[in-house]
């Protein structure tokens, strides 16, 4: 799981992630309270590189406050969260 870019970002940015194998994953963006606000992906996906978008959005479509927010891969053996900050 790499470092999102832009980060700090506006209006939305870029996760990148490397599996090493097939198999089934999540990709899912978390407030600063640990509660999940979105979900990027959630299905299987190939071994190789992925990027996935996010535009600072919920999963209603609401455009989100400024502030830090995680995003956390879960894989087979691979769970991984980084930190990223949403300006307006």
């Given at each position: 799981l790499q470092q999102n870019y832009p980060n700090p970002f506006n209006p939305s940015t870029t996760i990148e992630y490397d599996l090493?194998?097939?198999g089934r994953i999540a990709l899912v963006?978390?407030?600063?309270?640990?509660?999940k606000i979105r979900t990027l992906y959630e299905g299987t996906q190939l071994a190789?590189?992925?990027?996935?978008?996010?535009?600072?959005?919920?999963d209603r479509g609401k455009?989100?406050?400024s502030g830090v927010y995680f995003y956390t891969l879960k894989a087979a053996n691979i769970v991984q969260t980084k930190k990223m900050l949403l300006i307006h």
């Open positions: 090493p194998e097939d963006i978390y407030n600063n309270l640990g509660q190789g590189t992925h990027r996935i978008s996010w535009d600072g959005r919920d455009a989100l406050a």
